[in-house]
T-cell receptor
Framework: GENVEQHPSTLSVQEGDSAVIKCTYS??????FPWYKQELGKGPQLIID?????GEKKDQRIAVTLNKTAKHFSLHITETQPEDSAVYFC????????????FGKGTMLLVSP | GAGVSQTPSNKVTEKGKYVELRCDPI?????LYWYRQSLGQGPEFLIY????????DSGLPNDRFFAVRPEGSVSTLKIQRTERGDSAVYLC?????????????FGPGTRLTVT
């Protein structure tokens, strides 16, 4: 089955800096890669996703890049703010009519004012 | 609009007891997923429903776990003879349909503690 590795496990940045979280996946058939933000005591919130037919997607301060050849994808957050502090999860899935997500172990991002 | 809701938010039970966890998906979403999240880990897939039927239950850890979705909307995850190792946050997610539109939206989860 699919295996997703995520790095780093923790990331501390100063407000205004950029943050990058990286994931690798094992199944070359995977074609959908969402990112979730999870705040303490809450469920994961979808923040951005990318499908295998594109290499990059951007939404305001967040962007995701995908390298299918190397089987890795990354989340980029620019101009970080304290409210970006949370645990971020990457995930991968492939569609055979539905998409069970395989998650990484998460990255705890701490943005200091 | 309303998101995915889960009840109860917290459940404490004694080892050996039976528990039911409820999920109410986003209205109109036909696909429903259950995941389990242990402390410090990402969610792990348990079971997927398309409509009323369990299309994939390969993630259920053993036969003490069972889930139903009798009318294609609300789902209940049932755990028999609970064990301390079952303690985790149980997350439910729904999506509009299988196939191309596959964004999954999660509920807040039910934190299950088995003492």
């Amino acid at each position: 089955g699919e295996n997703v590795e995520q790095h780093p496990s923790t990331l501390s940045v100063q407000e205004g800096d950029s943050a990058v979280i990286k994931c690798t996946y094992s199944d070359s058939a995977s074609n959908y890669f969402p990112w979730y933000k999870q705040e303490l005591g809450k469920g994961p919130q979808l923040i951005i996703d990318i499908r295998s037919n594109v290499g990059e997607k951007k939404d305001q301060r967040i962007a995701v890049t995908l390298n299918k050849t190397a089987k890795h994808f990354s989340l980029h957050i620019t101009e970080t703010q304290p409210e970006d502090s949370a645990v971020y999860f990457c995930a991968a899935s492939w569609s055979s009519g539905y998409s069970t997500l395989t998650f990484g172990k998460g990255t705890m991002l701490l943005v200091s004012p | 609009g309303a998101g995915v809701s889960q009840t109860p938010s917290n459940k404490v039970t004694e080892k050996g007891k039976y528990v039911e966890l409820r999920c109410d998906p986003i209205s109109g979403h036909t696909a429903l997923y259950w995941y389990r999240q242990s402390l410090g880990q990402g969610p792990e897939f348990l079971i997927y429903f398309q409509g009323t039927g369990a299309a994939d239950d390969s993630g259920l850890p053993n036969d003490r776990f069972f889930a139903v979705r009798p009318e294609g909307s609300v789902s209940t995850l049932k755990i028999q003879r609970t064990e301390r190792g079952d303690s985790a946050v149980y997350l439910c997610a729904s999506s509009r349909a299988a196939g191309e539109l596959r964004e999954q939206y999660f509920g807040p989860g039910t934190r299950l503690t088995v003492t």
